[in-house]
Each structure stands twice: as structure tokens, then as C-alpha cells.
């Protein structure tokens, strides 16, 4: 045996894991097919948004409650700056399908926040060009997230705690073999009690059928530009945001550099064959599409793209995260699938696999993430 864990893909999830099971146990091997990290993977693009508004099951609540503990921790751990706590707004139709829903879930759970009526949004954060239809709803516990940051820090962390790091090691082939699983990258294997995939796009060819056929890859593209006065974009004036108005939806954050400003089309995730072949040029829909919004949405924005790229990420049939063993008593579990929408949770779910993989705890309400959701029923006898 190689070791008590394996955990392949140290990306937004399993870097996360690596880092909270190195701090239970002394026997932890992490497997990156490039660095941690690295440029192609769904960690790039600088920033992600922490929020703890959102719209859909209250059930992430306590996941996203526990995260935001946990990116302090990381913070503390490593000494580096992660999350930048600058407040949120959800901006949106005031009886459209984004802001009611999101503020039916904000009362089943809830969670802080602040109704801002178009006169309070014009006073606040002028910034934003609303339509007369519009209101926002501010978080205050939201904010973005340092990604190269968060990643590097957490595999740092779990290294200082003793876990072992292999980049350049692609992995082939996982399977359960007796009294482990058997990882093979290329003529080289390893035995480990469990294993956690968490290799985001590159997850399928490790995963059975019936997830397969669940799952595919997609694109999902950024895009950045420069303000007219840098000083209105900056995270005490300008929070992270999501905005849904009418026809038309954007996602952004606070400039992190002094300069630039991201702003980038929400929702727009396509398939495409390969996450390593993910075509990294906007087409020119994209970015007519992306212009046109933004010359909208945020005036004080130049309206031409300086900076844009593509990333390729898992998702589900349901968009919900592909969470636990593969079945009751499986040495393989999945984390991985999460549908553009797991990093601000990334810290939470790390600690959820770390924990159930080593078996040092199990947690509850989490039915509507696990892998057996897509499995099929098994026929009758008789």
C-alpha cells in the first residue's frame, strides 16, 4: 500500500481536499497531470466570486457558511491574501425569474442582506446603469477570490503538513482492486486505501458509464476591460456582482490589478469535445454579445475586450456536484462536476471529501450531490 489517500487533480476542489486530509493524516499523495495551478485548468482567470446569496436549493447554505471559515483558515495557514471581502450585488428584473427566486432562497435560509431600490443603487454604486425595471440585492459577506492563490496556498499548506505532491503525472486508470484502488499513469501504479477524483474536465475518462453519460465538458469563457477612472472599480467602490436584466445577463468583479475590470457574460457554458483542446479565442458572437452588454450595464468601462480566455470545466445533467463515493462501500470517490459554480465553495467541499474518504466523518443533506443519483435502477427479477 502507497498510502491511506490518493487524491488526483490538485485543481479548485482537490487542492482543497489534499490540504484539509493532510491535516488528519500523515499518508496523503496528490496527483497533478501539470502544476497546480496551471494555466489551462478551471482554476485561471484570476478571480471567482464568493457570495452567499444565490438562488436554487437552501441546502448549500451551510456548505458556503462552513467555506467562508475555512478560506480565513487557508489565510491564516498560509499567510496569503485569498479572499477579498468587498460585498456583492445581485442585480436584476424586480418580478423577472432571477431576483424573486434568489430572495425565496435568501429567506429559507437566512441568510444577510440588504434590499437597494434603483435610487439607492444610483447613490451607492453609480457604476452600474440600471434599466427602470431593476433593483439589487446587496450580500455583504461576498467577494472575490484570489484562484492561483487559493490553489497554490492550500497544496503549499498540505505539503508543510507532510502530504506528498506529484505534477507532471497524468493518471490513466483507476480501479478497486480487493482491499484498495489500483492508480496507473503510464507504467507506473500506486495502491492506496481511497481515492478522490477531482479532476474537473478531465474526470470522465476516470469515472464508470453511467457517469459518463451523465457529465460532459465545457467551455467557459472570460472576458476583462479597462475602466475610464480605475478608481471607481476599485473593491472598496465596486463589489462583485451578477446581473440578470431582461435579455441580457453579466457576471463581474472588482479590478485586482489597478486596471483591468472584469466583466464576462453569465450562463454561457458550451460543449466541447476535449478539456484540452478548448478553443481559447472569443468568436465573434461572443464578442459582440459581450460589448453590447457591457456598454449597458457598465458605462464607465471602455467597450472593447483587452483581455479575454477560455477554460474547460465538468457538468452535470442536474449542474449539481458530483459529491461521495461511487457507491456505499467504494474506495473511489468523486469530487468533480461542478457545473461552473464550485469554487466559492471549493474550501467546503475539499473538507467534505477529505473528511468522508478518510471515513473521519460523514455528513448529511447532501443526497441531492451524490453519484448515485444518475445511476440506474437495477432491473426486476422475475
Known amino acids: 500500500m502507497n498510502g491511506q489517500l490518493a487524491v488526483?487533480?490538485?485543481?479548485?476542489?482537490?487542492?482543497?481536499?489534499?490540504?484539509?486530509?493532510?491535516?488528519?493524516?500523515?499518508?496523503?499523495?496528490?496527483?497533478?497531470?501539470?502544476?497546480?495551478g496551471h494555466a489551462r485548468s478551471a482554476v485561471g482567470g484570476d478571480t471567482r466570486l464568493?457570495?452567499?446569496l444565490y438562488r436554487g436549493t437552501p441546502n448549500y447554505y451551510p456548505i458556503l457558511k462552513r467555506s467562508r471559515r475555512l478560506w480565513a483558515e487557508l489565510e491564516a495557514d498560509s499567510g496569503q491574501h485569498i479572499l477579498t471581502r468587498c460585498g456583492g450585488l445581485s442585480i436584476g428584473t424586480v418580478d423577472g425569474p432571477y431576483l424573486p427566486s434568489l430572495l425565496e432562497t435568501t429567506r429559507l435560509n437566512g441568510a444577510d442582506h440588504e434590499i437597494l431600490s434603483r435610487e439607492a443603487m444610483a447613490e451607492r454604486y453609480p457604476q452600474h446603469n440600471l434599466r427602470p425595471d431593476d433593483r439589487a440585492v446587496f450580500d455583504p459577506h461576498a467577494g472575490a477570490l484570489r484562484t492561483d492563490r487559493a490553489v497554490t496556498a492550500a497544496v503549499a499548506a498540505a505539503q508543510a503538513n507532510g502530504a506528498?505532491?506529484?505534477?507532471n503525472t497524468a493518471i490513466d486508470d483507476v480501479r478497486e482492486a480487493g482491499d484498495g484502488v489500483v492508480v496507473t499513469a503510464g507504467d507506473d501504479s500506486w495502491k492506496f486505501e481511497k481515492v478522490i477524483i477531482s479532476s474537473g474536465g478531465w474526470s470522465q475518462h476516470l469515472m464508470p458509464d453511467y457517469l459518463k453519460a451523465a457529465t460532459e465538458t465545457r467551455r467557459i469563457f472570460l472576458s476583462w476591460f479597462v475602466a475610464r477612472d480605475a478608481s471607481e472599480f476599485t473593491p472598496e467602490k465596486f463589489p462583485i456582482f451578477i446581473r440578470i436584466s431582461g435579455d441580457r445577463s453579466m457576471y463581474g468583479a472588482p479590478s485586482v490589478d489597478g486596471v483591468t475590470?472584469?466583466?464576462?457574460?453569465?450562463?454561457?457554458?458550451?460543449?466541447?469535445?476535449?478539456?484540452?483542446?478548448?478553443?481559447r479565442e472569443l468568436t465573434a458572437d461572443e464578442i459582440a454579445e459581450t460589448t453590447e452588454t457591457v456598454t449597458e450595464?457598465?458605462?464607465?468601462?471602455?467597450?472593447?475586450?483587452?483581455?479575454?480566455?477560455?477554460?474547460p470545466d465538468l457538468f452535470t445533467a442536474d449542474q449539481h456536484s458530483l459529491l461521495g463515493p461511487l457507491r456505499e462501500d467504494s474506495g473511489i470517490y468523486c469530487a468533480t462536476?461542478?457545473?461552473?459554480?464550485?469554487?466559492k465553495m471549493a474550501s467546503g467541499f475539499g473538507e467534505i471529501a477529505a473528511n468522508e474518504a478518510l471515513g473521519t466523518r460523514s455528513f448529511r443533506g447532501l443526497d441531492f450531490l451524490r453519484p448515485q443519483r444518475f445511476q440506474p435502477p437495477h432491473p426486476r427479477e422475475g
Open 337 to 343: 462536476g461542478f457545473s461552473g459554480a464550485g469554487f
Open 164 to 167: 506528498t505532491v506529484l505534477t
Open 297 to 311: 450595464f457598465l458605462p464607465g468601462l471602455f467597450p472593447n475586450i483587452v483581455r479575454s480566455d477560455a477554460f
Open 8 to 36: 488526483i487533480g490538485l485543481g479548485s476542489i482537490g487542492s482543497m481536499a489534499l490540504w484539509q486530509a493532510s491535516r488528519s493524516s500523515d499518508s496523503v499523495v496528490g496527483f497533478e497531470a501539470q502544476s497546480p
Open 261 to 279: 475590470v472584469k466583466a464576462t457574460l453569465d450562463g454561457r457554458g458550451a460543449p466541447t469535445p476535449r478539456a484540452e483542446t478548448v478553443p
Open 50 to 52: 464568493f457570495r452567499m
